[in-house]
C-alpha cells in the first residue's frame, strides 16, 4: 500500500461517466442484481448481462439507449478470478463496469465520439498516451478513429481474436475496439498494445460493435438494427487518473484495506507481503460478500451460495493468519457500507441484515478452522515429497470442518501440494450414497420418532458378540422399519455391511434385508412388511449365521491385511476407507503407486501365514488411553469415544475397531487377492477373498483350465500354455493374411468407386477394413483419372470404431485435412491435419453417414 490517492476519486467517476451520458440522451438504468436472469450464469459478469435479451431480441427495450455502472462477480463457473485475488495489480473478485448501451440507435460514429470525448476532456486523461485498437478487418472502424476522431494513424493497431465479440457459438456478435492507456516505459517496451508488453498498456475500455448474426454453418448475417455495448472497468480506470499502478492503491479499495488493517492489528507499512495480501483479500472479499448477500445470495452448500460460502471463509481464513482470534467481517462490512453505501442505497438499507448474515457465518467457520486447520498442517507435515493430499482428507476437512476444497486447494498450494480431487469426488459419492440410505430409513418422516426412543429406552442393547439369536421386545414398527430394545443384529459402520435374518413373534415371521443406525445408538432393522407385529411385543431376533460368519472372516481379514501391507510397503500405509461383506472384501490404502505381482504374492503369503498359525482373536472394551499404550492403530478420521474397542489378531495386529470378528485366524480360511488398482491419486484398492469364495474361485479356475485344455485337444494341462501360444501365432498369421486379401480387393474396388466421382470428387463408406486398407484404397481411387480429391469413412474390421480417409492430388483445390475436419468431430475422434493424406479415427460407428455429408458439404458436392 502507497500513499493515499488524492486525484479524481471513484464515486466522482461513477457519476461523471453517467452524467455524460444522460446528457447525451441516455437513459440512466440503476445497477441490476448479483444475482442474473440468465440461467447459464451464477452471477452477473459484465455490463451487458441484463441487457442480454434486450440484443438478441427476445424482448423489446423500454429505451434506445442506456447507462449503467453495473456490480459485478467473478468467482464461479468459468468467470473465476478468485486465486488471483491480493497477488496481481488488477484481479478482483467483485468489480464495477460502466457501460453505454445502443439498442439499434446510434452506432460505431457516436459510440467511438463519445467514448475519446470521455476519456479526454471529462477525465481528462492526455491524449499521447492512448491507443487504440480495432478489429483486422474492422475498417469502417479504423476510419472513424482517423479521420473523424482525429486519432493519429500510429496510434490505431489491429487485432485479431482480441479484437472480435460473440455471444455464443450462434447469436449476436461482431468486431470491437478498445482504448488502451500507456503507463510509460517504467512499465516495460513500448510499441502499442500489440506489440507492447501488456503490464504497460493496459486497456480501459471495449466497444462492441454489434452488427452480425452468427449462424449455425459459421456464416454471419447482417443485423438489421446493429447496436452498441461498451464496458469500461472503474477500478482499472480509476488507477490510471490516481496514478497508481495497482487497483489496490485506489482510494476505495485503500481505504477498506485500512480497515482491515486497523481490524488486525497489521501495520501495512511493515507488513511482509503475505500480509499485504491477506489485506487485500479481506479488502475485495468484504466487498463481493457484502454486495452478494444484500442482493439476497445466503452462504450453503449448493451453487451461488457454496461461492458465498467459499469466499467468505477464505476471508476469514486469512484473518486468522495475521493472527486475528476474533470476529472481523462485521466491522468490514461497516466499512464497505460507510464508503459505497451512497452509491448503492440498497446496500445502506440492508446493512444489518447483511452484517447478520456474515457475522453468523463467520462465527460458525471459527468453530471448527483452528482444528481443521491442525488436522491440515498434520496431514500435510506426514506426507511424502511430490505426494498429494488424500481426497478423503480434503473431504473430511469439507464435511466436518467447514472447509471448501478450494481454500484446502490454496492452503495446501501454498506448500506446493496438490489435492487428490478424484478422491475427494469419490468421498463425496460415498457420503451422498449414506445419505440416501439413511433417508430410507427415516421415509415416514424425520428422525424425531427414534430420538424419542432412544430417549425413553436408551441405546439399542447389541447383544450379537455372543448370540445369534435374541428374545426382544418391539418398541418401534412400520411397513419399513422394525425398532427392538435389544437385537443381535449389527447395524452397518466400519465398513462392515449390516446383518439380515428374521424376526419373528405373534406367529409371524418377517424378513430383516438389512440393518443400520436410525440415530446415534439406535438400530433400526429395514423390514418388507410388519406382519402384523405391534409395538409393546416380545418377539425372536436371529441373524442369518451364515452370512455373518463369512462378514466376520472378511472383517478380520482386513486387519491381517492391513499388517501385512505396511510390512512389506512401509509404515506409511494407512487404512483409506473399506467394504467388508459377505461375498468379499475390499481395502483401500494409501501408498504412491502400483503393487507388483511379487509384492501381491507376498501379501498374500504374508496374511495366509497368519491364517495357519491360527493366532486367537481378542475383542474387548477399554480406555482410549489404555489402547494407545497397546499400540492400538486409529484411523484418521474416525470419532471415539472415551472407552473403545481394540481387536488383537493374533501376534502382530491391534486395531481400534467395533466390528464383529473371528475367535481364531484359522477360521478366515484362504485368503486370495483378487484385484488391486488406483482409486485417486496415491490410494490403492484391494478386493480379496476368504474361505469358502476363496475355494470356489480356486474351483473355477481349475475347471476353466480343464475345460481350455480339452478344447485343445490337450491330455497333459501343463501343455496348456505352449499349446495357446502356438494357435495364437497361428491366428495373427492367420489375420495378416486374411487382411492382405482385403486389401488387395479392396484396391480392387478403385476404379469403380472413381467411376461415381461427383466433379472430380469421390466421397464413399467403406466398412470392415483396417485403417490402413481404407487409406491405401483411398490413395488408389485418388490416383484414378478425373479425380481429384477422395473421401472414405468406415466402421473397422471387428467394430472397432470408426476411420476417415481423405486424399487430394496436388493440383486439387481441397485440402485433405479440411475435408474431414468437421467429421472426424462427428464420429467422436481425431487426427492431425495434413494437406495431401488426412487419417483420422472415431468412435460412433452410428454418426458415419453424417459425416459423410458434411465431408459432402466441404468439398462443394452436397
Known amino acids: 500500500m502507497s500513499t493515499q490517492p488524492t486525484p479524481m476519486k471513484a464515486n466522482e467517476v461513477r457519476k461523471a461517466f453517467t452524467d455524460f451520458f444522460v446528457e447525451r440522451a441516455h437513459s440512466h438504468q440503476p445497477s441490476a442484481s448479483l444475482i442474473p436472469h440468465d440461467p447459464t450464469l451464477l452471477f452477473t459478469v459484465a455490463g451487458m448481462v441484463p441487457f442480454k435479451t434486450y440484443f438478441t431480441g427476445e424482448e423489446t427495450p423500454p429505451f434506445p439507449r442506456a447507462v449503467t455502472v453495473q456490480k459485478c462477480v467473478r468467482a464461479g463457473g468459468k468467470h473465476n478470478d478468485l486465486d488471483e485475488i491480493g497477488r496481481t495489480r488488477r484481479h478482483l473478485t467483485f468489480f464495477e463496469m460502466m457501460g453505454n448501451f445502443s439498442f439499434g440507435d446510434y452506432f460505431k460514429e457516436d459510440?467511438?465520439?463519445?467514448?475519446?470525448?470521455?476519456?479526454?476532456?471529462?477525465?481528462?486523461?492526455?491524449?499521447?498516451?492512448?491507443?487504440?485498437?480495432?478489429?483486422?478487418?474492422?475498417?469502417?472502424?479504423?476510419?472513424?478513429?482517423?479521420?473523424?476522431?482525429?486519432?493519429?494513424?500510429?496510434?490505431?493497431?489491429?487485432?485479431?481474436e482480441d479484437n472480435y465479440?460473440?455471444?455464443?457459438?450462434?447469436?449476436?456478435?461482431?468486431?470491437?475496439?478498445?482504448?488502451f492507456w500507456d503507463k510509460g516505459p517504467e512499465f516495460g517496451a513500448d510499441g502499442g498494445p500489440e506489440h507492447g508488453d501488456e503490464d504497460r498498456f493496459i486497456e480501459i475500455w471495449n466497444l462492441v460493435f454489434m452488427q452480425f448474426d452468427q449462424q449455425a454453418d459459421g456464416s454471419k448475417v447482417p443485423l438489421p438494427k446493429p447496436s452498441i455495448d461498451t464496458g469500461m472497468g472503474l477500478e482499472r480506470t480509476v488507477s490510471v487518473l490516481q496514478g497508481v499502478d495497482s487497483v489496490w492503491d485506489t482510494d476505495e479499495l485503500f481505504a477498506l484495506q485500512a480497515a482491515a488493517a486497523k481490524l488486525t492489528g497489521v501495520d501495512p507499512a511493515t507488513a511482509e507481503f503475505e500480509q499485504l495480501v491477506s489485506l487485500r483479500i479481506l479488502a475485495d472479499h468484504a466487498r463481493s460478500t457484502s454486495l452478494l448477500v444484500s442482493d439476497g445470495v445466503f452462504p450453503s452448500n449448493e451453487a451461488r451460495g457454496y461461492v458465498l460460502r467459499r469466499i467468505l471463509r477464505r476471508a476469514v481464513r486469512h484473518a486468522y493468519i495475521l493472527g486475528v482470534e476474533s470476529a472481523v467481517m462485521g466491522g468490514m462490512v461497516d466499512a464497505v457500507i460507510e464508503i459505497m453505501g451512497a452509491d448503492y442505497p440498497d446496500l445502506a438499507a440492508n446493512h444489518q441484515f447483511v452484517r447478520e448474515v456474515i457475522d453468523r457465518e463467520e462465527v460458525r467457520f471459527r468453530e471448527t478452522l483452528r482444528k481443521g486447520q491442525a488436522i491440515l498442517d498434520e496431514q500435510l507435515d506426514a506426507l511424502a515429497d511430490g505426494a498429494a493430499l488424500p481426497g478423503d482428507v480434503a473431504f473430511l476437512l469439507h464435511d466436518t470442518y467447514g472447509f471448501p476444497l478450494e481454500v484446502t486447494q490454496e492452503i495446501t498450494g501454498e506448500r506446493g501440494v496438490e489435492v487428490d480431487e478424484d478422491g475427494f469426488r469419490a468421498a463425496m459419492a460415498e457420503q451422498q450414497r449414506l445419505a440416501k440410505e439413511a433417508r430410507k430409513v427415516a421415509a415416514a418422516g424425520d428422525t424425531g420418532h427414534l430420538t424419542?426412543?432412544?430417549?425413553?429406552?436408551?441405546?439399542?442393547?447389541?447383544?450379537?458378540?455372543?448370540?445369534?439369536?435374541?428374545?426382544?421386545?418391539?418398541?418401534?414398527?412400520?411397513?419399513?422399519?422394525?425398532?427392538?430394545?435389544r437385537t443381535p443384529f449389527?447395524?452397518?459402520?466400519?465398513?462392515?455391511?449390516?446383518?439380515?435374518?428374521?424376526?419373528?413373534?405373534?406367529?409371524?415371521?418377517?424378513d430383516v434385508t438389512d440393518t443400520r443406525y436410525g440415530v446415534?445408538?439406535?438400530?433400526?432393522?429395514?423390514?418388507?412388511?410388519?406382519?402384523?407385529?405391534?409395538?409393546?411385543?416380545?418377539?425372536?431376533?436371529?441373524?442369518?449365521?451364515?452370512?455373518?460368519?463369512?462378514?466376520r472372516r472378511n472383517h478380520t481379514a482386513t486387519h491381517i491385511l492391513h499388517h501385512a501391507l505396511r510390512e512389506v510397503l512401509g509404515e506409511h500405509v494407512k487404512q483409506q476407507g473399506s467394504y467388508v461383506g459377505p461375498d468379499r472384501l475390499r481395502f483401500d490404502f494409501s501408498h504412491y503407486e502400483g503393487l507388483t505381482p511379487e509384492q501381491i504374492a507376498e501379501i498374500e503369503d504374508r496374511v495366509n501365514a497368519e491364517v495357519l498359525d491360527n493366532g486367537t482373536c481378542r475383542h474387548f472394551e477399554t480406555t482410549m488411553e489404555t489402547a494407545e499404550q497397546l499400540g492400538a492403530i486409529a484411523f484418521f478420521g474416525d470419532k471415539y469415544g472415551d472407552v473403545v474397542r481394540v481387536l488383537e489378531a493374533g501376534r502382530n495386529s491391534v486395531e481400534l475397531c467395533g466390528g464383529t470378528h473371528v475367535r481364531a485366524l484359522g477360521d478366515i480360511g484362504q485368503f486370495r487377492i483378487v484385484s488391486e488398482g488406483s482409486i485417486g491419486s496415491n490410494i490403492r484398492r484391494i478386493e480379496a477373498l476368504t474361505g469358502t469364495a476363496s475355494l470356489e474361485l480356486a474351483r473355477e479356475a481349475e475347471q476353466t483350465v480343464a475345460q481350455a485344455a480339452e478344447k485343445l485337444g490337450i491330455k497333459n494341462k501343463n501343455e496348456l500354455l505352449e499349446m495357446a501360444e502356438s494357435r495364437m501365432a497361428e491366428i495373427s498369421s492367420l489375420k495378416n493374411e486374411l487382411a492382405q486379401i482385403k486389401q488387395q480387393i479392396a484396391v480392387g474396388q478403385a476404379p469403380q468407386l472413381a467411376a461415381q466421382a461427383v466433379?472430380?470428387?469421390?466421397?464413399?463408406?467403406?466398412?470392415?477394413?483396417?485403417?490402413?486398407?481404407?487409406?491405401?484404397?483411398?490413395?488408389?481411387?485418388?490416383?484414378?483419372?478425373g479425380v481429384h480429391a477422395v473421401a472414405l469413412a468406415g466402421a473397422l474390421a471387428g467394430g472397432s470404431g470408426v476411420a476417415l480417409v481423405s486424399a487430394v492430388t496436388p493440383d486439387s483445390p481441397l485440402n485433405a485435412g479440411a475435408l474431414i475436419d468437421d467429421a472426424k468431430k462427428t464420429v467422436?475422434?481425431?487426427?492431425?491435419?495434413?494437406?495431401?493424406?488426412?487419417?483420422?479415427?472415431?468412435?460412433?460407428?452410428?454418426?458415419?453417414?453424417?459425416?459423410?455429408?458434411?465431408?459432402?458439404?466441404?468439398?462443394g458436392i452436397a
Open 759 to 785: 466433379d472430380g470428387v469421390v466421397v464413399a463408406r467403406v466398412d470392415d477394413l483396417e485403417r490402413d486398407s481404407l487409406r491405401d484404397l483411398a490413395v488408389s481411387i485418388r490416383d484414378q483419372e
Open 165 to 179: 465479440w460473440k455471444m455464443g457459438d450462434v447469436g449476436p456478435c461482431g468486431p470491437c475496439s478498445e482504448i
Open 490 to 510: 449389527y447395524a452397518e459402520s466400519g465398513g462392515q455391511i449390516g446383518d439380515t435374518g428374521t424376526v419373528t413373534g405373534g406367529g409371524v415371521t418377517i
Open 111 to 160: 459510440a467511438c465520439a463519445w467514448a475519446w470525448e470521455f476519456v479526454t476532456e471529462v477525465i481528462g486523461l492526455p491524449a499521447d498516451r492512448l491507443w487504440v485498437t480495432v478489429h483486422l478487418t474492422d475498417d469502417e472502424a479504423a476510419d472513424i478513429w482517423e479521420n473523424q476522431v482525429g486519432v493519429p494513424a500510429d496510434r490505431i493497431q489491429r487485432l485479431d
Open 520 to 551: 446415534s445408538g439406535l438400530h433400526v432393522h429395514e423390514i418388507a412388511g410388519s406382519g402384523g407385529l405391534e409395538a409393546g411385543q416380545v418377539v425372536t431376533a436371529t441373524i442369518d449365521d451364515d452370512r455373518r460368519s463369512a462378514i
Open 828 to 859: 467422436g475422434g481425431g487426427g492431425k491435419p495434413a494437406d495431401d493424406l488426412a487419417v483420422a479415427g472415431g468412435k460412433h460407428v452410428e454418426q458415419i453417414d453424417a459425416a459423410l455429408d458434411q465431408v459432402r458439404a466441404a468439398a
Open 452 to 485: 424419542a426412543l432412544v430417549d425413553e429406552h436408551g441405546e439399542t442393547d447389541f447383544t450379537g458378540r455372543e448370540e445369534t439369536s435374541t428374545e426382544a421386545t418391539v418398541l418401534y414398527v412400520d411397513d419399513d422399519t422394525l425398532v427392538l430394545d
